[in-house]
């Protein structure tokens, strides 16, 4: 074996392993069966050509020479079968047919004559086939079926207007692949004579992988890229093995060509590695640009408080960087269960889903992969090239950025998908961040609001004592004068007059006795309780209840109702239990803050021979139907922010638990009013 023998014979190798590799991906497509067919064509071929090249014997080079030819021939033919697979033409497998009837003709006149191949030349890298009289008619067959391959791909491109944009973007990588292999066409010219070492057979090389690389991958490397990478690699070892043959056929030796091989073999990958990297550095400027924006933006976003804040940064940033064709920011929203859209931007006719369900192949994806995905054609009706961003709070889908097509509907690299990954695994650290830094706030207002209550329930539960010791005082004052005048006075005083005292210093007593146990209600309100249940009866709870908010109903002009059963006794607190009913008072009061006419209903009422209801009614704002369920949960409110922290009906619901009860709201929705409901087992 001679070094010439050296580049086909890994040719060949290379060939077989591509094709075996590419056909146990997927053993039931027919694209891949064929392209294995024409791996193994061309493998027969430079095997061939290999033993030609190496051995001295004339009848054993002029049979490899004849064999090689032959896989030749039906080269073009495996070649269209696989165009036709393909693209999935069924009605060109007839011509495959007539093609390779042909090929078995020519294979018959190749072996058996020497109209094609005529015996072989002695050239200085070994014996070559010699092409006979009417070998240029072959070439025209050859020839020709490519071109035809070819037209059927520029067809299919251009017409076939259901061709996915993946297809699309297949078949331009093949249409770049025949535009390499084109020169392979230089294997046939030492046929007629001429001494140039035959090299095509590394453009067929070039083009099968690329094809490899076309059937295999469902996202590509940018176009302008594999064309340069293409380019490189071409110039570069074309110097690496040209040269040397070229040195070769002047000088006449082996010596000389096979160390300068060597040579020159040896610093071609990092040739080959630099200028591939300058000239990727310069088609991608861009590209690299916007990833190191991305990668600024995950080490901005971590300082980022505000949930709401952090979104539109991660939302505009993004666009900013990479201005894409359309993008979208979608946060899951827990009242409508589905993924509403944030935030929108678009500068093509593509519009986004204002919603996307839970149930939605593109959300079940995201969760199960996990990373940046290409969203399917077929999905939401977007366009090839759209990519989705996914962001998470504690393992769950929490947000997603999905991205259109970048400009110049250049692809998306595996670079960026990298950098998206880091731009998700950041903001989904952020968003945690986020959250965690507003249940803090939470916590934190909560404690302060608490160390409030409690700081005003001692204020409230002394000034209630320093005002009752007075109030006591004038009670007994008004006790003594009334004395004074009924027993002492009443004869010096006229009766109309003495009849209006009376009056008066009765309804004093009366209005400072209401007073007084108005402030033992609230003193006992205020005061702690270690929750100890008693049986009681619930007419004593309403009684105390009536003493805290009756003046506050009169103030704000409320009309109030009651209708309660008497006798309902139970084993509850009696402070947990009026600290329920003055909830639901301070939440109507507040719901009918600004009606015309402001109407509050309570009623108490046995529903089982177990169970009583007490229930709570006003015509305030209603809640809708979204936050129904969910009302009694914490830090729930139809209030403002400013205004409620959610905490007291979840508090009810503690207690209402506490005393082995349910507490349930019914509303017909905004404006309908509401009415709260708890059930409280009767006492046995």
């Known amino acids: 074996m001679n070094i010439y023998s050296i580049p086909p014979l890994i040719g060949a190798l290379f060939s077989l392993v591509l094709g075996l590799f590419v056909f146990l991906k997927n053993k039931r497509s027919e694209q891949n069966i064929s392209f294995l067919l024409m791996c193994l064509i061309i493998f027969t071929w430079l095997s061939a050509y290999t033993i030609a090249y190496s051995t001295n014997n004339i009848k054993i080079a002029t049979i490899c020479s004849k064999t090689a030819c032959t896989a030749v021939i039906f080269l073009a033919t495996t070649f269209y079968y696989f165009i036709i697979a393909f693209l999935k033409i069924k009605k060109e497998k007839i011509v495959v047919k007539i093609f390779y009837i042909i090929s078995f003709i020519l294979l018959y006149i190749f072996i058996f004559t020497d109209y094609f191949l005529s015996g072989v030349y002695k050239y200085y ?183 709401e804040e952090l979104l539109k940064v991660i939302f505009q940033k993004v666009n900013s960087a990479l201005e894409p064709e359309f993008i979208g920011l979608y946060i899951f929203s827990k009242e409508k269960n589905l993924y509403i859209l944030k935030y929108n931007q678009t500068q093509s006719k593509h519009n986004l889903p204002k919603d996307i369900p839970l149930d939605s192949s593109l959300i079940n994806s995201l969760s199960q992969n996990k990373k940046s995905i290409f969203i399917p054609q077929d999905n939401l009706n977007l366009p090839f090239e759209t990519i989705s961003i996914p962001f998470f709070s504690q393992d769950t889908l929490f947000s997603f950025l999905i991205l259109g097509p970048k400009p110049k509907k250049s692809p998306y690299l595996e670079s960026d998908l990298i950098a998206f990954d880091i731009l998700s695994s950041q903001a989904s650290l952020a968003i945690e961040n986020c959250i965690f830094w507003q249940e803090e706030r939470i916590r934190l207002a909560k404690e302060e609001q608490l160390k409030r209550q409690r700081t005003m329930d001692h204020f409230s539960a002394s000034l209630a004592h320093e005002i009752d010791n007075p109030i006591f005082a004038i009670i007994t004052l008004a006790g003594v004068i009334k004395t004074i005048i009924l027993e002492e006075l009443k004869e010096n005083i006229p009766l109309d007059k003495l009849s209006l005292l009376t009056d008066r210093l009765n309804r004093i007593e009366n209005d400072l006795l209401r007073i007084s146990k108005m402030i033992k209600s609230i003193r006992e309100f205020s005061s702690q309780t270690k929750g100890e249940q008693t049986i009681l009866n619930f007419s004593d709870v309403i009684e105390d209840f009536l003493n805290i908010v009756e003046p506050q109903f009169k103030y704000e002009g409320i009309v109030f109702k009651k209708e309660i059963e008497q006798n309902i006794k139970l084993k509850g607190n009696k402070i947990h239990l009026e600290e329920i009913l003055i909830n639901f008072a301070t939440n109507s009061i507040h719901a009918v803050k600004y009606n015309n006419k402001k109407e509050i209903v309570l009623k108490v009422y046995r529903n089982t021979p177990k169970t009583f209801i007490i229930e709570f009614k006003d015509n305030g704002y209603g809640i809708e139907q979204y936050i129904l369920e969910d009302i009694f949960l914490d830090f729930v409110t139809t209030k403002a922010s400013s205004e409620g922290s959610g905490m007291g009906l979840a508090r009810v619901r503690k207690i209402v638990e506490n005393h082995n009860g349910r507490v349930w709201a019914y509303s017909e929705g905004k404006d309908k009013g509401a009415t709260f409901f708890v059930e409280l087992p009767l006492a046995i």
């Open 125 to 307: 890298w070994g014996y070559y086939s010699k092409a006979g009289i009417l070998h240029p008619l072959f070439l025209i067959f050859f020839f020709s079926i490519f071109i035809r391959g070819i037209l059927l791909l520029f067809k299919s491109l251009k017409y076939q207007k259901e061709l996915s944009p993946t297809k699309r973007n297949q078949i331009k990588y093949l249409l770049i692949g025949l535009l390499i292999i084109g020169f392979g066409g230089i294997d046939f010219v030492p046929k007629y004579g001429i001494e140039i070492y035959p090299f095509g057979f590394l453009f067929i090389l070039i083009f099968i992988s690329i094809t490899a690389y076309a059937i295999i991958k469902h996202h590509f490397m940018d176009i302008r890229v594999a064309i340069t990478r293409a380019g490189i690699f071409i110039f570069v070892y074309s110097l690496v093995f040209g040269l040397p043959f070229i040195v070769g056929y002047i000088v006449k030796s082996w010596f000389i060509p096979t160390f300068l091989a060597v040579l020159l073999a040896s610093p071609s990958p990092f040739i080959y590695n630099y200028l591939r990297t300058q000239a990727e550095m310069m088609l991608l400027k861009d590209q690299f640009r916007y990833q190191a924006v991305l990668r600024g933006i995950a080490q901005t976003i971590l300082k980022v408080r505000e949930l």
